[in-house]
């Protein structure tokens, strides 16, 4: 079945460090998502990348989507404590049923201050 | 700005009894959904609702699960007979734009079976 898979699946970086997560799906997604999940929390919806190739900056946070629409990263710069917590891709197929969404394992973020 | 509730946020129950997790989706998104988390483990997809009926189940999805729109604007899961592996966080989600937009999940209710 389509599958995401994202890694690492755990990050620990000193304060300052830059971190980048990595989601590779094993089909073509039409959209792939970004979520972040801080301890104790929901996921919260952090963008969308629609387009082949397509960048988009959030403050420290850069996110970006293949070419081939298999793959995203998310970097973040100069990490700080606030970005502590799981963040998560989650990408629509291409085909079939659209409206699914499939999740990858999450990468899990500490942040040493 | 709008929001996705859910009640209760924590539920204790005794193995074999029904749970109902309530929901309220944001009024104008037509899209709703389950998703479980166990501690500290991925979030894992266990049903989405449109029309008013099932648009997708996920293997975790069996015949003790149940959801409904009773009345327009809740949206409940219900568990049958709880299992001990059902304790866990479970997120209600909802979404507009065609159903592949933003997800907007609710804090979660935390289900502990004893």
């Known amino acids: 079945g389509q599958q995401v898979m994202q890694i690492p699946q755990y990050q620990h970086v000193q304060e300052g460090e830059d971190f980048t997560t990595y989601c590779n799906s094993s089909t073509t997604l039409s959209n792939i998502q970004w979520y972040k999940q801080r301890p104790g929390g929901h996921p919260v919806f952090l963008i969308q990348l629609v387009k082949s190739g397509e960048v988009k900056k959030q403050k420290r946070l850069t996110f970006q989507f293949g070419e081939a629409k298999k793959n995203s990263s998310l970097h973040i710069t100069a990490t700080q404590t606030t970005d502590v917590g799981t963040y998560f891709c989650?990408?629509?197929?291409?085909?079939?049923?659209?409206?699914?969404?499939?999740w990858g394992l999450g990468t899990s973020l500490a942040v040493n201050p | 700005e709008p929001e996705v509730t859910q009640t209760p946020s924590h539920q204790v129950t005794q193995m074999g009894q029904e749970v109902i997790l309530r929901c309220v989706p944001i009024s104008n998104h037509l899209y709703f959904y389950w998703y479980r988390q166990i501690l500290g483990q991925k979030v894992e997809f266990l049903v989405s609702?449109?029309?008013?009926?099932?648009?997708?189940k996920s293997e975790i999805f069996d015949d003790q699960f149940s959801v409904e729109r009773p009345d327009g604007s809740n949206f409940t899961l219900k568990i049958r007979s709880t299992k001990l592996e059902d304790s866990a966080m479970y997120f209600c989600a909802s979404t507009g734009q065609g159903g592949t937009g933003e997800l907007f999940f609710g804090e979660g209710s935390r289900l502990t079976v004893l």
């Open positions: 609702f449109y029309n008013n009926e099932i648009s997708e």
């Open positions: 989650a990408g629509h197929a291409n085909a079939g049923n659209n409206r699914k969404l499939i």
